[in-house]
């Protein structure tokens, strides 16, 4: 049996040349927390975490690790639920009585839930090099091309209308058919005026998305699509405030006849369901870097093909592509930042980044993930302890 022997977890940032802002908050860095599992025959596995704060999440990993080492490490379904049954009360669970730690308080529920994602994944790295197969071949896919689009267009102080239009139309000359604009943080009529900058300067063929990032109440949201239907959407992404639920999505999906894109939030493959079933959302972006991990992912894109919506994950394409391999019949497509100068925290992290052809994002063959870490980057960028 491979059995799990230990765990690490490596911070890293890079430094954004100046700030931006989505809708919703501030950015000042790429960042990433690079989990590492190995087991006691030699295997290493590597898993992603996106999001913060990254100690705590770092914390829980460690934490995790003490309740995980020694199980089996090709039993990543146990143990998924092992860790994952930690998050809820159990007869005994307060005193401790089964070995185990207490329940996780629920303050803390975002900070494990993303700890048991690069676990998780790392895992599934493992469970392939194990087998000497990539993810996706283990799953029963094949290697193929992988629609992409590429997102953009966050704020930045003095930017103008056209400088997100030419930021935008370089995604397109660099091969993209695709792009995604940030939206939001300005005023109904700024926030047209902005995106009709944008269509002009790509073009109408190019596939246009809107990353809202919850600027909306459903009001404002109505007659913000309203006001940007004539510039050909292609979704509204996170259109409506953290706080709204499926009912309010489906009074604005049938208020418009934009498609909704949603999920990139969501802990769970629950809360995932609803707002399929109950919300009317037609493109599903579960990230499983930032939650719940790459066990979970695969329910999601189960339950997305059995209600006709398509699985359209947030970020990290070199682990969402073999999702997407692995459940042809109901993926839109991975999302990628475009080149090294764009995305330097993916292109420098990985010795070999996903190759782009024509709008498209190429896999290897490599066992597992595929995915050979340059450590000299990682100790360049590292954070923290």
């Known amino acids: 049996m491979t059995r799990i022997a230990s765990f690490a977890t490596h911070m890293i940032s890079v430094p954004r040349p100046q700030p931006v802002w989505t809708a919703h ?9 690079l989990t590492e599992v190995r087991t006691d025959d030699g295997l290493v596995g590597y898993g992603e975490i996106h999001g913060a704060p990254m100690k705590r999440i770092c914390e829980w990993v460690r934490r995790f690790g003490e309740v995980a080492n020694g199980l089996d490490a090709l039993a990543n379904v146990a143990v998924w639920q092992k860790l994952f049954a930690l998050t809820s009360p159990r007869p005994g669970g ?14 803390e529920r975002p900070q494990a839930m993303a700890a048991l994602a690069g676990i998780d994944i790392a895992l599934w790295d493992i469970k392939g090099k194990a087998a000497g197969l990539p993810v996706y071949r283990l799953l029963g896919g094949e290697s193929r091309p992988i629609f992409t689009y ?7 102080p003095d930017a103008a209308d056209a400088d997100y239009g030419r930021e935008l139309a370089q995604f ?13 943080a300005g005023s109904l009529a700024a926030e047209a005026e902005r995106i009709g900058a944008v269509r002009r300067a790509i073009g109408d063929t190019p596939l246009l998305m809107l990353d809202m990032n919850a600027a909306y109440d459903l009001p404002d949201c109505i007659e913000f699509a309203k006001a940007v239907e004539p510039h050909k959407i292609f979704w509204l992404e996170e259109p409506l405030h953290w706080y709204l639920q499926p009912a309010d999505f489906a009074r ?15 802990l769970t493959r629950f809360s995932i369901r609803d707002f399929i079933v109950q919300g009317g959302i037609r493109y599903v972006q579960f990230d499983a870097t930032r939650s719940a991990g790459f066990t979970e992912a695969l329910r999601i894109a189960q339950l997305a093909e059995q209600h006709g919506a398509m699985l359209a994950p947030h970020t990290a394409p070199e682990i969402h592509g073999h999702l997407c391999l692995a459940a042809p019949r109901c993926v839109f497509g991975v999302e990628s930042h475009g080149g090294p100068e764009a995305d330097p925290l993916g292109y420098g992290l990985f010795r070999e980044h996903p190759a782009l052809r024509d ?8 066992p597992g993930f595929g995915l050979e870490i340059d450590w000299a980057f990682v100790d360049r960028y590292r954070r923290g302890p």
């Open 172 to 184: 397109i000359e660099f091969g993209y058919r695709a792009v995604k604009l940030k939206t939001g």
């Open 150 to 156: 590429a997102t953009g267009g966050y704020y930045r």
């Open 94 to 107: 307060i005193e401790g009585r089964d070995g185990l730690p207490p329940p996780i308080p629920r303050g």
């Open 252 to 266: 604005l999906a049938a208020a418009t006849s934009i498609p909704l894109a949603h999920g990139e939030r969501e």
């Open 359 to 366: 709008g498209h994002v190429h896999l290897g063959g490599q």
């Open 25 to 33: 908050e501030e950015s000042k860095a790429w960042s990433v927390i």
